[in-house]
Structure formats: C-alpha cells, structure tokens
C-alpha cells in the first residue's frame, strides 16, 4: 500500500494496531499462564478479551474502508513480545517472574496507549467521529489495564518479589 494521503495514513495506522492487537493477544496468551499471582493472572485473560473485541472494531473498521486489516504486520510489537519473552524465560522464582511480568506487559501497553492515540487524533482530523469515539474508548481501556496493572504491583507483586 503506497501512502500518499492523510487518510491512507490513517488506515495504514488502523493496520499496524490491528497487528498490534493480534501480537498482543498472542503474546499475552503465552506468557500470562506463566503468573502464580491470580489476581494477576485474571487481570491478564480479561484484557486479552477486551483487546480481542477490540482487534474485531478495527478490523470492521479497515473492510468498511476496503482496507485489507492483515496488509500490515507490527514489527515493533513483534520485537516488544519478543524480548518479554526472553526476560521471563530468565527470571527464577514465581513472585520475580510476576513482577516481570507486569513490567513487560505494561510496555505492551503503552505502546498500544500510543499507537490508539495516534489511531484517534487521525480519525479525528478525518471528521470520522464515530471511529474517533470507539478508538479513544479503546485508549481509555487500554489506560484503565495499565493503571490496574500499576496498583497490583505497587500493593502486591512487588512487594511479594521484595521479600521473596
């Protein structure tokens, strides 16, 4: 797909979070049977599902403007699964590798924060307000996950890897 108007850039935008979404959602189900923290764990699997449902508003949204939604592939998101992976695979001990886990999940999620960020302020600019409002719906999603992720480390996940 060759870029050359602000609303290709907009749907070459809404194909790199599809992606995103989908590596996502597959790195997370990877890595979130690895939690023993089961509010943690819970915490995870239900984002997994909101970011599916999510992945399915794109993607309806990209065939609506005749974009094909796995024209993209996110490398970045490729490449920020990848290296979770690695820093799980060294962490020993359940309350080390829990803390770990939150932290390269949270990466996962600001990249997302970003990229629906930019996703909206585009739709936006395009006076497609409707995408606008379900994108930033997905941005405030994203940021409540991030937030939640946030108090369960500082209150617990944390603590337990300190003491461990």
Known sequence: MEISTFR???????????????EFIAGVMRIAPMA???RLKNALMRHC?????QRQNIESILRRHNADPAEHT???????????????AILRGDEVRDAGLVASIQKLLHY??????????LAGQLDL????????Q??????????????LAKSEVNRNALAA
Request: overall charge negative; glycine content about 6%; proline content about 0%.
């Open 8 to 22: 290709d850039l907009y749907l070459a935008e809404l194909q790199e979070l599809a992606s995103a979404e989908r």
């Open 36 to 38: 023993s923290h089961l």
């Open 49 to 53: 599902e909101e970011a599916e449902a």
């Open 74 to 88: 996110d490398q970045a998101m490729q490449a920020l699964v990848r290296e979770g992976g690695k820093m799980l």
């Open 112 to 121: 997302r924060i970003g990229a629906y960020g930019t996703a909206a302020a």
């Open 129 to 136: 307000r409707d995408e606008q409002d379900m994108l930033h």
């Open 138 to 151: 997905c941005l405030e999603r994203e940021k409540r996950a991030d937030k939640l992720l946030t108090q």
